[in-house]
């Protein structure tokens, strides 16, 4: 049996997502080599690129939605649970791209929902605070986010770009939350109040 956790951090431009599956029947223990439970673990990132305006017609824009949709529920097919970043906006944000990146939210909660998957929510705050141990402020920009991943995963990931270490950071809450001991990682007591700081409803609900 195998559990398989995807991060999302959705985008019009560019989603990062990751893909952890842990091999979750391989009994723990002293006879266990650091070399086999590495192999527990597998982990997939990769970036689903876009292209297009919010200058583009409702229907071009409609369009344009559904691929990334798509293309994000096949990479969830057989998952056990998705996290996703939830949308956030800025003064800066104009009306339309406020719009398109609202209904791809929207459009992914259908879709895992139809696949009956459960869904977590996580800010973006708390994905800094995964990565860095706090939440805002010096050392938490993108930069800080993936230099935190790198020191906490190794050589054990290889994400490209911004997007795809905001998903890493998004499926290894999921992964602490299902299996921390079956990761090559080393989990801390801020990682694990972190985790128990998120609300996991859905996955409450489907375990039953």
Same mark, same amino acid.
């Given at each position: 049996?195998?559990?398989?956790?995807?991060?999302?951090?959705?985008?019009?431009?560019?989603?990062?997502?990751?893909?952890?599956?842990?091999?979750?029947?391989?009994?723990?223990?002293?006879?266990?080599?650091?070399?086999?439970?590495?192999?527990?673990?597998?982990?997939?990132?990769? +970036?689903?690129?876009? #292209? @297009?305006?919010?200058? !583009?017609?409702?229907? $071009?824009?409609?369009?344009? &939605?559904?691929?990334?949709?798509?293309?994000?529920?096949?990479?969830?097919?057989?998952?056990?649970?998705?996290?996703?970043?939830?949308?956030?906006?800025?003064?800066?944000?104009?009306?339309?791209?406020?719009?398109?990146?609202?209904?791809?939210?929207?459009?992914?909660?259908?879709?895992?929902?139809?696949?009956?998957?459960?869904?977590?929510?996580?800010?973006?705050?708390?994905?800094?605070?995964?990565? +860095?141990?706090?939440? #805002? @402020?010096?050392?938490? !920009?993108?930069?800080? $986010?993936?230099?935190?991943? &790198?020191?906490?995963?190794?050589?054990?990931?290889?994400?490209?770009?911004?997007?795809?270490?905001?998903?890493?950071?998004?499926?290894?809450?999921?992964?602490?939350?299902?299996?921390?001991?079956?990761?090559?990682?080393?989990?801390?007591?801020?990682?694990?109040?972190?985790?128990?700081?998120?609300?996991?409803?859905?996955?409450?609900?489907a375990q039953r």
């Amino acid at each position: 049996m195998t559990l398989t956790i995807l991060g999302v951090d959705p985008s019009l431009a560019a989603t990062g997502l990751c893909r952890i599956t842990i091999d979750n029947t391989t009994p723990l223990g002293d006879t266990l080599s650091d070399a086999d439970h590495t192999k527990l673990c597998k982990v997939q990132t990769v +970036t689903v690129h876009s #292209a @297009g305006t919010t200058k !583009d017609l409702p229907p $071009v824009r409609r369009r344009r &939605v559904q691929a990334i949709r798509r293309q994000i529920l096949k990479a969830a097919t057989d998952a056990d649970l998705v996290l996703i970043e939830t949308p956030f906006y800025n003064r800066q944000s104009q009306q339309a791209a406020i719009i398109d990146r609202s209904w791809l939210w929207g459009t992914l909660l259908d879709g895992f929902d139809a696949m009956g998957i459960p869904v977590a929510h996580v800010a973006v705050a708390k994905v800094k605070g995964f990565a +860095t141990g706090k939440g #805002a @402020g010096a050392g938490t !920009d993108k930069t800080g $986010v993936a230099a935190g991943m &790198v020191k906490l995963w190794g050589e054990h990931v290889d994400p490209k770009g911004d997007n795809e270490y905001d998903a890493l950071v998004l499926a290894s809450i999921g992964a602490v939350k299902l299996a921390r001991h079956r990761l090559p990682i080393r989990v801390l007591e801020r990682h694990l109040e972190l985790v128990a700081g998120i609300n996991w409803d859905e996955l409450d609900e489907a375990q039953r």
